[in-house]
């Protein structure tokens, strides 16, 4: 098969060594699981539990927001059976150490799974099978978590061609993805098959870096014995070891020889591609009826025993590390890999979907970085950059805050992967500058989104009260016209000469249709006054009183009158 | 000669021609200059600027009646861009009309609201819902922090929230080199 090749990428120490010779191991349930529920792209599920509810193993936490983002959210389960202890905000393993909702349970040491069925995929329609992913909790693995069930989405209309297993893993430290496909190869093979069926793809290509032999074996192994694959449309192909081999669009185009333009997505070229972990969390989902409460996360870097484990969604990452235990000069803790991870606010945060490796870091091997220096437009990051952008263009811009300017130079087909950093003589991060230009334009468009709206609104508040006035004014006019139409009337029928006139008037005027004619000022007093007399003469709710009443109401008023000149001593009373 | 003459005038009658028909099918509906500064005001529609919403300010900074630096909404970066578009000098935003501040949001305390509806009628966007004597209540999704519902408010229950950092907002910090010091002889 003809391998094809992207421009740039480095080669960084591998470090995977160590991590990868041990099996996986069970990190058992902490004291605490801290789970929360915002963990992949799109909507923040809504809690399901309270504080004080029993839950099981695999019970839904937190339902999918289908409510605001459409589809784009995911559901989250309990990972062990106990008793919720709190939903509540705690620290999120995010850089910027704020808190978000978390559900915190007690775990009961049972580990009680719910009644868990197979999911009969192939007598469902596709979009039950999606909102069964959906609610399973299943989003991609490779570290960005974006759901599942929209990917599977995107091959309804038409059939896909490839389908694309990524299993490169091609950021140092991090093994996690070599452990599962060498020890779990039938089952990720399972879940690829499932994927295929479910994308009625024509092929499927696995890609593994070729620095993990055993994995490729593994794989291999597996897909001469699977019975379920039915055609030789699968196949496993070692890509040589690169970083960032393992990008989406860089195996892509490694495997396909198909480069994604900017704006464009790989399925508009019938290309979808999943994380060997994802297919993984498929298989368990359908076939064996688990939603997604575990991963395989690599805890390596300043440890004495780098290792892997299957750790629960919500486990500390304190008690997850100290199973490897971490050396005394440990000062911090990274989620991910040394290129793209990010420094952890503290200890106590949760692993979460998104956790493939938490790197122990320490002064010795992680240093701080050496002074920025000036930029000597040398160009090694556009020889560097695997999205053939150019590096020294977009830190400029950002630097300068020119973000439009950073925009044209396509700032967000940047996958933060780290290359330009790296190669950089200057030793400038590269990708804060482009992280801080990210974050700032999707502020101003949040921005300019809300005031669109607010413009929308206030034009439409000025619309609906000018229409409001124009329907007052239209109602007093029909008003006024229809109680001088009664009093015409009224007049006609008391003075039948000038009734005459009138219709003597509107027979002359031939052309003209029969138009009341309006009444003289003089009349309309007149009639007012008549009007005015009536309601005089009109009966008052005191006109008819019987004898009782009135003498009631007397001694009302006698009373009144004596408190009156009681209040009053020095003036006469009002009347 | 004539030739000559007869050529530009026919040429003069085509161009002539082609640029009125032009003139009536390009037409530009509007003023497009009002759009552009209307596109940069943050649409609090606040009227501290002395113009009953952001629209109208556009048209009078269009119509040269008003200055650049009217909007405290739109802070110092609001100016700049309006002094860009309209190449003219930036300045500091005029103390008159209000200061910057951080962006807010209206919250009701609902026990102490009476339904007066006054709020209501005084909300630019039509973010407050509620009725007479019922409970009033602010789409903070909607609410631009323009802060006219707070004077009509007969019993002050309306207050000016900060909106807090979450990670849904939460931007990259701009990436600053520490300064280490240089060991002392």
Same mark, same amino acid.
Not at chain 1, 208 to 214: H, S, T, V
């Given at each position: 098969?003809?391998?094809?090749?992207?421009?740039?990428?480095?080669?960084?120490?591998?470090?995977?060594?160590?991590?990868?010779?041990?099996?996986?191991?069970?990190?058992?349930?902490?004291?605490?699981?801290?789970?929360?529920?915002?963990?992949? &792209?799109?909507?923040?599920?809504?809690?399901?539990?309270?504080?004080?509810?029993?839950?099981?193993?695999?019970?839904?936490?937190?339902?999918?927001?289908?409510?605001?983002?459409?589809?784009?959210?995911? !559901?989250?389960?309990?990972?062990?059976?106990?008793?919720?202890?709190?939903?509540?905000?705690?620290?999120?393993?995010?850089?910027?150490?704020?808190?978000?909702?978390?559900?915190?349970?007690?775990?009961?040491?049972?580990?009680?799974?719910?009644?868990?069925?197979?999911?009969?995929?192939?007598? %469902?329609?596709?979009?039950?099978? #999606?909102?069964?992913? #959906?609610?399973?909790?299943?989003?991609?693995?490779?570290?960005?978590?974006?759901?599942?069930?929209?990917?599977?989405?995107?091959?309804?209309?038409?059939?896909?061609?490839?389908?694309?297993?990524?299993?490169?893993?091609?950021?140092?430290?991090? $093994?996690?993805?070599?452990?599962?496909?060498?020890?779990?190869?039938?089952?990720?093979?399972?879940?690829?098959?499932?994927?295929?069926?479910?994308?009625?793809?024509?092929?499927?290509?696995?890609? &593994?870096?070729?620095?993990?032999?055993?994995?490729?074996?593994?794989?291999?192994?597996?897909?001469?014995?699977?019975?379920?694959?039915?055609?030789?449309?699968?196949?496993?192909?070692?890509?040589?070891?690169?970083?960032?081999?393992?990008?989406?669009?860089?195996?892509?185009?490694?495997?396909?020889?198909?480069?994604?333009? %900017?704006?464009?997505?790989?399925?508009?070229?019938?290309?979808?591609?999943?994380?060997? @972990?994802?297919?993984?969390?498929?298989?368990?989902?359908?076939?064996?009826?688990?939603?997604?409460?575990? #991963?395989?996360?690599?805890?390596?870097?300043?440890?004495?025993?780098?290792?892997?484990?299957?750790?629960?969604?919500?486990?500390?990452?304190?008690?997850?590390?100290?199973?490897?235990?971490?050396?005394?000069?440990?000062?911090?803790?990274?989620? @991910?890999?040394?290129?793209? @991870?990010?420094?952890?606010?503290?200890?106590?945060?949760?692993?979460?979907?998104?956790?493939?490796?938490?790197?122990?870091?320490?002064?010795?091997?992680?240093?701080?970085?050496?002074?920025?220096?000036?930029?000597?437009?040398?160009?090694?990051?556009?020889?560097?950059?695997?999205?053939?952008?150019?590096?020294?263009?977009?830190?400029?811009?950002?630097?300068?805050?020119?973000?439009?300017?950073?925009?044209?130079?396509?700032?967000?087909?940047?996958?933060?992967?780290?290359?330009?950093?790296?190669?950089?003589?200057?030793?400038?991060?590269?990708?804060?500058?482009?992280?801080?230009?990210?974050?700032?334009?999707?502020?101003?468009?949040?921005?300019?989104?809300?005031?669109?709206?607010?413009?929308?609104?206030?034009?439409?508040?000025?619309?609906?009260?000018?229409?409001?006035?124009?329907?007052?004014?239209?109602?007093?006019?029909?008003?006024?016209?229809?109680?001088?139409?009664?009093?015409?009337?009224?007049?006609?029928?008391?003075?039948?000469?000038?009734?005459? $006139?009138?219709?003597?008037?509107?027979?002359?005027?031939? $052309?003209?249709?029969?138009?009341?004619?309006?009444?003289?000022?003089?009349?309309?007093?007149?009639?007012?006054?008549?009007?005015?007399? !009536?309601?005089?003469?009109?009966?008052?709710?005191? $006109? %008819?009183?019987?004898?009782?009443?009135?003498?009631?109401?007397?001694?009302?008023?006698? #009373?009144?009158?004596?408190?009156?000149?009681?209040?009053?001593?020095?003036?006469?009373?009002?009347? | 000669?004539?030739?000559?003459?007869?050529?530009?005038?026919?040429?003069?009658?085509?161009?002539?021609?082609?640029?009125?028909?032009?003139?009536?099918?390009?037409?530009?509906?509007?003023?497009?200059?009002?759009?552009?500064?209307?596109?940069?005001?943050?649409?609090?529609?606040?009227?501290?600027?002395?113009?009953? =919403?952001?629209?109208?300010?556009?048209?009078?900074?269009?119509?040269? /009646?008003?200055?650049?630096?009217?909007?405290?909404? =739109? =802070?110092?970066?609001?100016?700049?861009?309006?002094?860009?578009?309209?190449?003219?000098?930036?300045?500091?935003?005029?103390?008159?009309?209000?200061?910057?501040?951080?962006?807010?949001?209206?919250?009701?305390?609902?026990?102490?609201?009476? =339904?007066?509806?006054?709020?209501?009628?005084?909300?630019?966007?039509?973010?407050?819902?509620?009725?007479?004597?019922?409970?009033?209540?602010?789409?903070?999704?909607?609410?631009?922090?323009?802060?006219?519902?707070?004077?009509?408010?007969?019993?002050?229950?309306?207050?000016?929230?900060?909106?807090? /950092?979450?990670?849904?907002?939460?931007?990259?910090?701009?990436?600053?080199?520490?300064?280490?010091?240089?060991?002392?002889?």
């Amino acid at each position: 098969m003809r391998l094809f090749n992207f421009n740039g990428g480095v080669k960084p120490e591998p470090h995977k060594k160590d991590a990868a010779e041990l099996p996986i191991a069970v990190s058992p349930a902490p004291t605490f699981l801290v789970i929360p529920l915002h963990q992949s &792209i799109g909507g923040t599920p809504r809690p399901l539990v309270n504080a004080g509810d029993l839950v099981l193993k695999g019970q839904r936490i937190g339902a999918a927001d289908v409510s605001t983002l459409g589809e784009m959210s995911s !559901a989250v389960h309990a990972s062990t059976s106990g008793q919720v202890v709190a939903v509540e905000e705690r620290c999120m393993p995010h850089p910027s150490g704020l808190s978000a909702l978390c559900v915190i349970i007690q775990p009961d040491g049972r580990d009680q799974w719910i009644a868990r069925q197979p999911f009969d995929y192939r007598h %469902h329609s596709p979009s039950d099978t #999606r909102a069964y992913l #959906r609610d399973a909790g299943i989003v991609g693995l490779g570290g960005a978590v974006f759901p599942t069930h929209l990917k599977i989405s995107s091959g309804k209309h038409s059939a896909l061609d490839t389908l694309i297993i990524n299993g490169a893993e091609c950021e140092p430290f991090i $093994t996690c993805d070599d452990r599962l496909m060498r020890e779990r190869a039938d089952a990720v093979l399972r879940g690829i098959v499932i994927l295929r069926e479910l994308l009625n793809a024509r092929q499927v290509l696995i890609g &593994i870096e070729d620095n993990k032999p055993e994995a490729l074996a593994a794989i291999q192994a597996a897909l001469t014995t699977c019975t379920e694959k039915n055609d030789a449309a699968i196949k496993v192909v070692a890509v040589p070891t690169r970083y960032p081999a393992g990008g989406a669009k860089q195996l892509i185009r490694m495997l396909t020889g198909i480069e994604v333009p %900017h704006g464009k997505r790989a399925t508009d070229y019938g290309v979808q591609c999943f994380n060997v @972990g994802t297919a993984y969390a498929v298989y368990e989902a359908i076939a064996l009826g688990q939603p997604l409460v575990s #991963r395989i996360v690599t805890v390596a870097g300043n440890v004495a025993a780098p290792r892997n484990y299957e750790v629960l969604i919500g486990t500390p990452m304190k008690d997850l590390i100290a199973h490897s235990h971490p050396l005394d000069d440990t000062n911090r803790l990274i989620m @991910g890999g040394p290129m793209m @991870g990010v420094t952890m606010p503290g200890a106590d945060v949760p692993v979460i979907k998104a956790t493939n490796c938490i790197l122990v870091g320490s002064p010795k091997l992680f240093p701080p970085p050496p002074p920025e220096m000036p930029c000597i437009r040398c160009g090694e990051c556009a020889k560097a950059c695997p999205a053939d952008l150019q590096p020294f263009e977009l830190y400029w811009f950002s630097r300068a805050k020119i973000f439009g300017k950073a925009q044209e130079y396509h700032l967000f087909d940047c996958i933060e992967c780290g290359c330009c950093a790296y190669v950089c003589p200057s030793n400038i991060p590269l990708v804060d500058y482009y992280r801080f230009a990210k974050s700032e334009i999707w502020a101003h468009e949040r921005e300019k989104a809300s005031a669109d709206e607010a413009r929308e609104r206030y034009e439409f508040r000025q619309l609906r009260e000018a229409r409001e006035q124009q329907e007052k004014a239209a109602r007093l006019a029909a008003k006024t016209a229809a109680s001088r139409a009664a009093l015409l009337a009224n007049m006609a029928e008391n003075n039948p000469v000038s009734n005459a $006139t009138l219709v003597s008037e509107n027979t002359s005027g031939a $052309t003209t249709p029969a138009k009341p004619a309006a009444p003289t000022p003089a009349e309309l007093i007149a009639a007012a006054l008549a009007r005015a007399r !009536a309601q005089a003469t009109e009966a008052k709710n005191t $006109t %008819h009183l019987s004898t009782a009443q009135q003498a009631e109401i007397d001694a009302i008023e006698a #009373r009144r009158a004596e408190i009156r000149t009681q209040a009053q001593p020095h003036f006469p009373p009002d009347d | 000669m004539l030739p000559a003459l007869l050529i530009m005038a026919l040429g003069a009658v085509l161009l002539g021609a082609a640029l009125g028909f032009a003139a009536v099918k390009f037409r530009v509906e509007g003023d497009p200059l009002t759009e552009k500064i209307d596109a940069i005001l943050p649409q609090t529609q606040c009227g501290q600027c002395g113009y009953p =919403g952001c629209k109208p300010y556009a048209t009078a900074i269009a119509k040269g /009646e008003a200055d650049i630096n009217q909007c405290p909404p =739109g =802070g110092d970066e609001g100016i700049r861009k309006l002094a860009d578009l309209l190449g003219r000098e930036y300045k500091p935003l005029s103390a008159e009309h209000g200061v910057e501040k951080p962006k807010a949001l209206a919250v009701i305390d609902e026990a102490r609201c009476i =339904g007066c509806t006054l709020c209501i009628q005084a909300c630019p966007v039509d973010a407050i819902v509620g009725a007479a004597k019922q409970m009033h209540t602010v789409i903070a999704a909607q609410c631009t922090g323009c802060e006219l519902c707070v004077p009509p408010c007969p019993v002050d229950c309306i207050a000016m929230v900060p909106i807090a /950092e979450d990670i849904s907002n939460w931007k990259w910090k701009y990436p600053v080199v520490a300064i280490k010091p240089v060991a002392t002889r």
